[in-house]
């Protein structure tokens, strides 16, 4: 039976084992069918053939329906891209592997009336991967619109999002579980004070997965939560964490609040997310746009993709999505450059072209070496300049530098010009040449 959870405020924060008929609101149970002898023996591999949600041959309902625990239940390549929506629940009474094609993968959904799967309690953890769980229903206060269960859970490359529930509107599970290039995002969860769109009764680990724009919290969680190279962001009116009561914390981690820990174990920055959009991959992703912090921001990656199997940079990036949209700059010095006689000032100036349209800083620095009786000293001048890009022409550019100390002389000098730009940006350096002349600009 499904165990009960106490509802925050009015119980203690530790989980209750308690009568499902003790209170109304809690959770109810599940109805058990009574299994068939299963069709199928350990490790086989059964292909859904087509997008019916009903018992028919072929179905996802007949094809779980056929094992005995081990199975991996994959999809015919037709299948690719499509969605089915369930008649109502399925269960799943044995530990599996439930497998969409990795390029497209396949949309299962509860057609906002049903949650889609119920997990019994089993030895081993059933393992969801490369879907998309859209449109369930929640399963009274246990909500759980995409999975509802009593057994440890993974997700991997899997997207649950458009849920509704009363109580955690998109996953609820008893035991433990894991989310590994995961995205939970735009459920919606209406009871206050059940905050999160996942509630976890024993331990939760994030792996580079991204829960954001929820409308009452991220997760609930009253056990140890891991979080490795992971975003929690814009939850709506709930924290991003709740009743968490350890952490433990790899990589780096962003959020939006300090519910998950503070500034001095978190990044705390708006994460800067597109909408949830097809990316590509098996199921709907927030890309990170330009400016967003979580771009080569993780530490100690342990995955070589993310959700769409887009390889990873060696820094990869928090959440799901790996950024792969970045600016290429090419920068030219000009390599004759004037020196006003009256105030000293060197201008610089030159040209640059980017892939795209992009505006940042330019790091500018003019070195001079000069000779001081029998040894030398150098001459410089830095500074920073503003400069448009365009990809369709290249931009000019120029700034006007002062001495550090000294004066510059008519001569040979170098001029090396840099990026000083958001990661984004591929960083460019340029060190050039040139010749000073006197001269007004």
């Known amino acids: ?29 599940p109805r058990i069918p009574s ?4 069709n199928a023996n350990l490790g086989d591999v059964i292909t859904v053939t087509n997008t019916s949600g009903g018992t028919g041959q072929g179905s996802l309902r007949w094809a779980v329906a056929q094992v005995a625990g081990g199975e991996i239940i994959r999809f015919a390549p037709a299948l690719a891209g499509a969605t089915i929506v369930v008649d109502s629940t399925i269960p799943v009474l044995h530990p599996i592997t439930i497998e969409g094609p990795a390029d497209k993968g396949v949309t299962i959904s509860g057609g906002n009336a049903t949650h889609i799967f119920e997990v019994y309690m089993l030895p081993s953890a059933t393992t969801f991967r490369n879907l998309a769980l859209v449109n369930g229903e929640g399963n009274g206060s246990a909500g759980g619109g995409a999975i509802v269960a009593t057994s440890d859970i993974v997700l991997e490359n899997v997207t649950l999002s458009n849920h509704t529930g009363s109580d955690w509107a998109a996953f609820y599970t008893t035991e433990n579980a894991t ?35 929820n409308n009452n919290g991220g997760v609930d969680v009253r056990g140890p939560l891991a979080m490795r190279n992971s975003i929690i962001t814009h939850n709506g009116a709930g924290p991003n964490c709740s009743y968490v009561p350890s952490f433990e914390r790899a990589g780096r981690n962003l959020a939006d609040d300090t519910s998950c820990g ?22 709907k992703t927030h890309a990170l746009t330009g400016a967003s912090p979580a771009i080569n921001a993780g530490k100690d990656c342990t995955v070589t ?3 769409r199997y887009v390889p990873r940079d060696a820094s990869c990036d928090l959440g799901a999505f790996e950024f792969k949209d970045f600016t290429t700059v090419t920068i030219t010095n000009n390599t004759s450059l004037p020196v006003d006689p009256t105030t000293g ?37 830095s500074g920073t300049v503003t400069v448009t890009c365009s990809k369709t022409a290249a931009q000019p550019w120029g700034v006007a530098l002062a001495p550090s100390s ?11 010009t840099k990026t000083a730009a958001p990661p984004y940006i591929i960083p460019s350096t340029v060190s050039t040449p040139v010749k000073l002349y006197r001269g007004r600009k």
């Open 262 to 283: 503070d500034s001095t174990v978190m990044l705390i920055a708006p994460a800067k997310l597109d909408s949830l959009r097809n990316n590509g991959g098996p199921g």
């Open 179 to 213: 989310f590994i290039n995961t995205t939970i995002s735009s459920n919606n969860t209406t009871t206050p004070g059940r905050y999160g769109a996942a509630f976890v009764a024993k331990k939760l680990t994030l792996v580079n997965s991204t829960i954001a724009y």
């Open 345 to 381: 000032l060197v201008f610089v100036a030159g040209s640059v072209t980017c892939s795209s349209n992009e505006t940042f800083d330019l790091a500018v620095e003019v070195a001079q070496e000069q000779k001081v009786g029998r040894g030398s000293s150098v001459v410089k001048a």
């Open 35 to 38: 299994p068939s002898r299963p």
């Open 406 to 416: 000294g004066e510059f002389g008519i001569g040979s000098a170098v001029v090396t």
């Open 1 to 29: 039976m499904l165990r009960s959870i106490s509802r925050p405020g009015r119980w203690p924060l530790a989980l209750i084992l308690v009568g499902l008929g003790a209170c109304a609101d809690e959770p109810s149970a």
């Open 305 to 307: 993709v993310d959700q």
